[in-house]
T-cell receptor, first 111, second 111 residues
Framework: DGGITQSPKYLFRKEGQNVTLSCEQNLNHDAMYWYRQDPGQGLRLIYYSQIVNDFQKGDIAEGYSVSREKKESFPLTVTSAQKNPTAFYLC??????????FGDGTRLSIL | RKEVEQDPGPFNVPEGATVAFNCTYSNSASQSFFWYRQDCRKEPKLLMSVYSSGNEDGRFTAQLNRASQYISLLIRDSKLSDSATYLCVVNLGTGGFKTIFGAGTRLFVKA
């Protein structure tokens, strides 16, 4: 079945630690996205990538980094510079002007 | 003004009621429009695309008014299982993949 796979489902970060969230898609979509959602809030765009080896900052990119070395993969690193990382992280993919399809998310918490 | 604005909600309705969600968008060059549904602690899922001629899928009807920059979603004969947050989503006409998600309107359907 085609879809988007995010891992892990739950992740705990220690102070000062970088952690990487995985996102893989087999939908052959050109674009991939990362969003953050805080409890009771809407989605906020962190980064997006329209093509391999290219990506753009979203509204809240500070403290995060991404790479797009393969069309299928768009990992997100939450760096130690992100002081409030506890949130629900959602990865999505799409083609131009088509709806985005989401993975089932990663919940990140601070230890 | 927000790029995509929705009714703040929450909406509390009895089973069998008809409920309407409204959404306005600010960018007149927006290309495509969607409604998503998000259950508590889950990822958003595409409910339906919205076309200029209006479209229907079972109990759900979506309408687009480009002149007024307004999108609506009508749910007839509400079910308990319709309880969720409904997100209005707009793809901007920038030639890229920029997508704006509304903050969502929470719906509670009561027995």
């Amino acid at each position: 079945d085609g879809g988007i796979t995010q891992s892990p489902k739950y992740l705990f970060r220690k102070e000062g630690q970088n952690v990487t969230l995985s996102c893989e898609q087999n939908l052959n979509h050109d674009a991939m996205y990362w969003y953050r959602q805080d409890p009771g809030q809407g989605l906020r765009l962190i980064y997006y990538s329209q093509i391999v080896n290219d990506f753009q900052k979203g509204d809240i990119a500070e403290g995060y980094s991404v790479s797009r070395e393969k069309k299928e993969s768009f990992p997100l690193t939450v760096t130690s510079a992100q002081k409030n990382p506890t949130a629900f992280y959602l990865c999505a993919s799409s083609n131009l002007n088509q709806p985005q399809h989401f993975g089932d998310g990663t919940r990140l918490s601070i230890l | 003004r927000k790029e995509v604005e929705q009714d703040p909600g929450p909406f509390n309705v009895p089973e069998g009621a008809t409920v309407a969600f409204n959404c306005t968008y600010s960018n007149s060059a927006s290309q495509s429009f969607f409604w998503y549904r998000q259950d508590c602690r889950k990822e958003p899922k595409l409910l339906m695309s919205v076309y200029s001629s209006g479209n229907e899928d079972g109990r759900f009807t979506a309408q687009l008014n480009r002149a007024s920059q307004y999108i609506s979603l009508l749910i007839r004969d509400s079910k308990l299982s319709d309880s969720a947050t409904y997100l209005c989503v707009v793809n901007l006409g920038t030639g890229g993949f920029k997508t704006i998600f509304g903050a969502g309107t929470r719906l509670f359907v009561k027995a």
